[in-house]
């Protein structure tokens, strides 16, 4: 079970962490998990670059290890990254202290003060100490990306037209929505993304990377 839409009381339980942006203009925060990918993700930096779009890229680091161009890439093109996890640990299974080490792994090879736990799940203990480590030399506080879209690209039993409905239902100023770049995915973001990107284009949004 999840849900395409983050509720006020879902918000309300972990107000520590980022679930949208501002809401006083019309910019949208498109967000990608678990690459980088050898296919996914030269796909979305096209089609980012088609609409002259910014995106932040959460990454995995043995994905960055398995990708080191494309990683580059995701940079050179002028997006933001975020730290994903080395090896996308759950959190709620995960003991802290390995939770915490593995997080730092991916540090080292991922320069950014932007944390999203895979699958949205974490401690509050994981949370806690998350908040006290500095994962950039550039930075002093990790900040936790959540969202309020969830376009559901990773549910193999969602079609590709549910999925791009879920992201036009749902989202408003300020909103910061989640696809993948990944194996599961691809159908689905392949086919909503560039919709997206047009819809809310022509409707005069335009497409930020989280700072």
Same mark, same amino acid.
């Given at each position: 079970?999840?849900?395409?839409?983050?509720?006020?009381?879902?918000?309300?339980?972990?107000?520590?962490?980022?679930?949208?942006?501002?809401?006083?203009?019309?910019?949208?925060?498109?967000?990608?998990?678990?690459?980088?990918?050898?296919?996914?993700?030269?796909?979305?930096?096209?089609?980012?670059?088609?609409?002259?779009?910014?995106?932040?890229?959460?990454?995995?680091?043995?994905?960055?290890?398995?990708?080191?161009?494309?990683?580059?890439?995701?940079?050179?093109?002028?997006?933001?990254?975020?730290?994903?996890?080395?090896?996308? &640990?759950?959190?709620?299974?995960?003991? +802290?202290? =390995?939770?915490?080490? @593995? $997080?730092?792994?991916?540090?080292?090879?991922? *320069?950014?003060?932007?944390?999203?736990?895979?699958?949205?799940?974490?401690?509050?203990?994981?949370?806690?100490?998350?908040?006290?480590?500095? &994962?950039?030399?550039?930075?002093?506080? +990790?900040? =936790?990306?959540?969202? @309020? $879209?969830?376009?559901?690209?990773?549910?193999? *039993?969602?079609?590709?037209?549910?999925?791009?409905?879920?992201?036009?239902?749902?989202?408003?100023?300020?909103?910061?929505?989640?696809?993948?770049?990944?194996?599961?995915?691809?159908?689905?973001?392949?086919?909503?993304?560039?919709?997206?990107?047009?819809?809310?284009?022509?409707?005069?949004?335009?497409?930020?990377?989280?700072?």
């Amino acid at each position: 079970m999840y849900l395409s839409k983050t509720y006020w009381w879902l918000k309300a339980l972990y107000p520590s962490f980022v679930w949208n942006m501002p809401r006083d203009e019309k910019v949208l925060y498109l967000t990608f998990d678990d690459g980088p990918h050898k296919e996914a993700t030269p796909f979305i930096l096209e089609q980012l670059y088609n609409y002259n779009a910014k995106a932040t890229f959460f990454c995995i680091g043995k994905n960055v290890v398995e990708n080191p161009t494309i990683y580059q890439q995701i940079i050179a093109q002028g997006n933001a990254v975020g730290n994903h996890t080395q090896h996308h &640990l759950n959190g709620w299974k995960a003991k +802290t202290n =390995i939770y915490i080490d @593995d $997080v730092k792994n991916a540090a080292q090879l991922i *320069s950014s003060n932007l944390f999203r736990p895979p699958y949205g799940r974490i401690k509050r203990q994981q949370a806690k100490q998350l908040a006290t480590i500095p &994962l950039s030399t550039n930075h002093l506080h +990790t900040k =936790i990306i959540m969202w @309020d $879209v969830l376009s559901g690209d990773f549910d193999t *039993s969602l079609s590709p037209e549910a999925c791009l409905k879920n992201v036009l239902t749902y989202t408003q100023n300020g909103s910061i929505i989640v696809f993948h770049d990944s194996d599961k995915a691809w159908k689905r973001m392949s086919f909503a993304l560039p919709k997206v990107l047009a819809h809310f284009t022509e409707k005069g949004f335009v497409f930020k990377s989280i700072i």
